[in-house]
């Protein structure tokens, strides 16, 4: 598979199974530091989930992964290709598209914007909507989606290209519990069943102590990089402030609160 580097002054590695590495990354802008030291490799079939504050860099940390920043500095080297699904989305519900153009438009990159789609084409699109059980939605025009059903159809527009890396920024945003946890089953299956490494952006610790099995705490640099079952207290408080305490597991919820609440 493809090996892309940036910053490609850098060290021959073993990629058999780091799948991603960063060094020294870091990233300013207008004087104002975003990114400090960050160091860590990612190995292939790893879940791996990011936490930290608002503000701590971590929608910047992807968008570098993704190469969506140049000015960065420090090297990245990634191995295969990258499906992504992004936090808020471009597409307005309101344009009369079907859920099945949607899942297509993850192929632009290989076929062109204005190049039709081959028979191959809409069969792996419907191969991966029905992995994801919204293959009877084909037809269904986007704003006629429930929140969890628009949730797998991005997913599955990030998957039609057969990425060998995910990256998910807060996938949970406006889905109910129901349904975030019927998604994060299908993400523990591509993770576990068809080997794809997932990177996992989210505030819904709970989520992320339940389903992944490495944790990356940010705020501007790397505060720890660890098995799930390592974390502790310490942990948590390099990365959120001294006002905020974690609230452990009252049935199944894991917050960070202020100490006032």
């Given at each position: ?7 490609a ?17 870091g990233y ?10 960050i160091?860590?490799?990612?190995s292939?079939?790893?879940f ?21 920043i ?10 295969g ?8 989305d471009?597409i ?17 990159k ?51 290209s ?15 519990k129901?349904?975030q946890?019927l ?28 389903e ?42 894991l917050?960070v ?5």
């Amino acid at each position: 598979m493809k090996v892309y580097v940036k910053n490609a002054e850098t060290e021959v590695f073993d990629m058999t199974e780091t799948i991603i590495r960063a060094k020294n990354v870091g990233y300013e802008t207008e004087n104002t530091l975003i990114l400090k030291n960050i160091n860590f490799e990612i190995s292939k079939k790893d879940f791996v989930g990011i936490i930290g504050p608002n503000g701590a860099g971590k929608s910047t940390l992807i968008k570098i992964l993704l190469g969506e920043i140049e000015g960065y500095t420090g090297d990245v080297e990634i191995r295969g290709k990258i499906g992504y699904v992004p936090q808020h989305d471009f597409i307005d519900k309101t344009f009369p598209i079907s859920a099945l153009e949607v899942v297509l438009m993850g192929l632009y990159k290989e076929t062109g914007i204005l190049r039709r789609f081959k028979k191959e084409h809409i069969n792996r699109a419907l191969e991966v909507m029905k992995i994801l059980e919204i293959d009877k939605l084909k037809n269904r025009k986007v704003g006629k989606l429930s929140g969890g059903e628009y949730q797998r159809l991005m997913l599955s527009r990030a998957l039609v290209s057969g990425p060998d890396i995910l990256i998910l920024d807060e996938p949970e945003a406006g889905v109910d519990k129901k349904g975030q946890k019927l998604f994060y089953n299908l993400m523990k299956k591509l993770n576990e069943e068809q080997g794809i490494t997932v990177i996992l952006v989210s505030h819904d610790i709970s989520m992320i102590f339940s389903e992944t099995n490495k944790v990356m705490c940010l705020n501007r640099t790397l505060h720890c990089h660890k098995n799930t079952s390592e974390m502790n207290r310490d942990d948590f408080k390099k990365i959120y402030s001294d006002s905020l305490e974690m609230l452990v597991h009252i049935d199944e919820p894991l917050k960070v609160v202020s100490r006032n609440d």
